[in-house]
């Protein structure tokens, strides 16, 4: 392995945090095993100080204060955007002066230090949606500047029109608005050595929407595992019964009705075999629980509720398939974290777990319509049921391709991008 302990590294996560789910969690995670290898000073929000403190971790890290007027107004953003749904594009846009003022205190704090060469790289990590500016890019001339992974911006397909319209996807054109009145946005990114882009989707989009060199940007997925999720055999089964699992937000695109329907016409030779379990909670949960009653499936699916991300480990442990027929997923950690525990994985074959999943480890189900995908998902259910040797190898291949996103693993391959990035940047000057 390379010496990178010389390494001195300026890490922006404003959203980075080992208590919380989602971008604050991949962003402490990144934070976490990255400076087990480099010297790393974390710049985050003082949002996240009362979290690291039940941890005991301080060293290098600077929390950067919000004004009150700041703090206020995030008040107000929760309000207006989480009536019901979350209103997502709404409450992204509305953030954007929380973030700003974060963006300007770090450029002022920290300009001079990176302008006399204090850090040999800096690497903003979040937030992850590529809408946001960093402004000390304008003083990384010397200083390599990585962004990402960045990702975001899939759109829906174009028969789920009912569900992008509960997402509030009308609001979506928020985003281009943003991109056109930023100031710093386009600079940042056509400015920034290296771009990280989190799915196909997003790299294609940085190239083609923010004329970005293909040399410039590169694909790598930002979520990842942890090794107490890898297993180290593949699954065997000890019983008749085929254990299925969904983990994740029970809101509308994330089409836990689809996966409902599905079971409802299976085969009565193949539903006796099965179970489902539904893990997790949100907005759609009575109405799913009402459509299970209502189809008389009581016996064959169980909801938990929501449940905590450690805990979840518990499930994919006891579960032999993994359903997951979201139709719009950024990352989909969780097809990761069924992959390392030996699922074969079920999914829709749009955004990120499009590219988790391979044709040895699962099935890719393409979003033409409801219709479809619930018959698809019906026939992978059952052919694994029915061939115990495809899902024996599956989850046999599902296993090795989770190794790849083990979180060590991911932070030695950052690390490498780093020591790249530096040597080019050394041989201009």
């Known amino acids: 392995m390379k010496e990178f302990k010389k390494i001195k590294v300026l890490m922006i996560v404003e959203q980075c945090n080992p208590n919380w789910s989602s971008v604050p969690l991949v962003g402490y995670k990144f934070f976490q095993h990255i400076s087990e290898l480099v010297d790393v000073t974390l710049v985050t929000h003082e949002r996240n100080q009362k979290d690291f403190k039940t941890l005991n971790i301080d060293h290098n890290i600077t929390f950067i204060p919000e004004s009150k007027i700041a703090t206020a107004y995030y008040s107000k953003i929760v309000t207006i955007a989480s009536k019901g749904t979350i209103n997502w594009p709404l409450a992204h846009t509305l953030s954007y002066p929380i973030y700003a003022e974060f963006n300007h205190r770090v450029y002022k704090q920290f300009k001079h230090d990176v302008l006399q060469g204090k850090y040999d790289l800096v690497h903003a990590l979040t937030p992850m949606m590529p809408r946001y500016p960093v402004k000390l890019v304008k003083?990384?001339?010397?200083?390599?500047?990585?962004?990402?992974?960045?990702?975001?911006?899939?759109?829906?397909?174009?028969?789920?029109?009912?569900?992008?319209?509960?997402?509030?996807?009308?609001?979506?054109?928020?985003?281009?608005?943003?991109?056109?009145?930023?100031?710093?946005?386009?600079?940042?990114?056509?400015?920034?050595?290296?771009?990280?882009?989190?799915?196909?989707?997003?790299?294609?989009?940085?190239?083609?929407?923010?004329?970005?060199?293909?040399?410039?940007?590169?694909?790598?997925?930002?979520?990842?595992?942890?090794?107490?999720?890898?297993?180290?055999?593949?699954?065997?089964?000890?019983?008749?019964?085929?254990?299925?699992?969904?983990?994740?937000?029970?809101?509308?695109?994330?089409?836990?009705?689809?996966?409902?329907?599905?079971?409802?016409?299976?085969?009565?030779?193949i539903k006796n075999k099965i179970?489902?379990?539904?893990?997790?909670?949100?907005?759609?949960?009575?109405?799913?629980?009402?459509?299970?009653?209502?189809?008389?499936?009581?016996?064959?699916?169980?909801?938990?509720?929501?449940?905590?991300?450690?805990?979840?480990?518990?499930?994919?442990?006891?579960?032999?398939?993994?359903?997951?027929?979201?139709?719009?997923?950024?990352?989909?950690?969780?097809?990761?974290?069924?992959m390392a525990c030996g699922l074969p994985c079920i999914v829709v074959n749009n955004g990120g777990i499009g590219e988790y999943v391979t044709e040895t480890t699962g099935f890719k189900i393409e979003p033409i319509s409801r219709d479809?995908?619930?018959?698809?998902?019906?026939?992978?259910?059952?052919?694994?049921?029915?061939?115990?040797?495809?899902?024996?190898?599956?989850?046999?291949?599902?296993?090795?391709?989770?190794?790849?996103?083990?979180?060590?693993?991911?932070?030695?391959?950052?690390?490498?991008?780093y020591a790249d990035l530096i040597s080019h940047k050394n041989q201009k000057k």
């Open 372 to 417: 479809f995908i619930r018959d698809e998902l019906t026939e992978k259910i059952q052919t694994l049921v029915e061939n115990q040797a495809l899902w024996q190898s599956m989850s046999a291949q599902s296993i090795e391709r989770a190794k790849d996103f083990i979180w060590t693993t991911k932070a030695q391959k950052i690390v490498d991008i």
């Open 139 to 269: 003083v990384c001339q010397n200083t390599p500047f990585l962004l990402g992974p960045v990702n975001g911006g899939v759109p829906f397909p174009p028969g789920f029109q009912k569900i992008a319209k509960k997402e509030f996807a009308n609001l979506n054109f928020l985003r281009k608005i943003g991109r056109m009145l930023i100031p710093g946005y386009l600079q940042t990114y056509q400015n920034a050595d290296q771009i990280l882009a989190g799915s196909t989707y997003t790299l294609n989009w940085l190239k083609d929407s923010l004329n970005i060199a293909a040399n410039q940007v590169d694909l790598f997925y930002e979520n990842g595992i942890d090794q107490t999720f890898l297993t180290q055999q593949p699954k065997t089964r000890t019983s008749v019964q085929v254990n299925l699992l969904f983990v994740g937000r029970l809101v509308p695109y994330k089409c836990a009705d689809i996966l409902i329907d599905a079971v409802a016409q299976l085969d009565n030779s």
């Open 275 to 338: 179970h489902l379990t539904i893990v997790g909670d949100g907005s759609e949960k009575a109405d799913l629980e009402a459509m299970v009653n209502r189809l008389n499936l009581q016996e064959f699916i169980t909801f938990t509720g929501w449940i905590k991300q450690e805990k979840t480990l518990e499930f994919y442990q006891k579960s032999d398939v993994f359903c997951f027929p979201s139709i719009r997923e950024f990352g989909g950690a969780v097809v990761l974290e069924a």
